[in-house]
């Protein structure tokens, strides 16, 4: 087994928890907590492609302003009329409208055994982009946490669910969730964030896009 990259591993844990939170709703929380900041850090550990997109997404944060972007993000995610780019793996591996398909009852038993809960606070379909991410992020922090602890049983083990969980989910949908996010976005802030997702992903699962 190759030597586990720990540093690179929690920037990539850092990486999947920001841009998960990046599909919640903007706020002025985004900029008092220096999210951005703290993403170009990790992207800078994990790809220098990566930091370019993080760099560019602080940036467009900055410029084009709250009001801006969260009328993008309603447009984009919550309709009322007409949803852009439904934020929901059931839409895009199902072919269908209607959420909590059974690719959704599918994640729900990878995060059962993942040992990831859902917030009561969580209003949406459990496979929403945001919920994905946030499950990546934990079986990164896992992998992470078997290699602090000298555990290679453990590290394949997390591993080897991580790999299942992007080749059956995330990475199958995140393509064409993303090109959609980018074809309809009316800003330039959430067509980098889309570029962003899609570049990570690609890379988690081993499909490098260099460019």
């Not at 997109?53 to 969260?70: C, I």
């Not at 269908?96 to 917030?119: I, R």
Request: net charge negative.
């Amino acid at each position: 087994m190759t030597q586990y990259d720990l540093d690179r591993g929690i920037a990539r844990e850092n990486l999947s928890r920001l841009l998960a939170a990046c599909y919640y709703q903007p706020g002025p929380e985004f900029a008092q907590e220096k999210v951005f900041d703290s993403m170009l850090d990790a992207a800078a550990h994990v790809h220098p492609e990566l930091a370019a997109d993080a760099r560019r997404l602080g940036e467009d944060y900055a410029a084009e302003g709250h009001d801006v972007l969260l009328l993008d993000y309603t447009r984009l995610f919550l309709g009322p009329n007409h949803i852009v780019a439904k934020p929901y793996g059931s839409v895009w591996l199902e072919g269908q409208n209607s959420v909590m398909g059974n690719s959704t009852m599918a994640v729900l038993k990878l995060y059962e055994e993942g040992g990831f809960g859902m917030s009561a606070e969580f209003r949406e379909a459990p496979d929403h982009i945001a919920a994905e991410l946030e499950f990546l992020y934990l079986l990164i922090y896992r992998e992470n946490e078997a290699a602090r602890n000298g555990e290679p049983g453990a590290l394949r083990e997390k591993a080897e669910l991580r790999r299942r969980f992007l080749d059956e989910h995330l990475g199958r949908w995140v393509g064409p969730f993303t090109a959609a996010v980018r074809a309809g976005a009316q800003s330039s802030y959430y067509r980098e964030l889309a570029e962003l997702t899609d570049r990570f992903v690609s890379l988690e699962t081993g499909k490098t896009r260099a460019c």
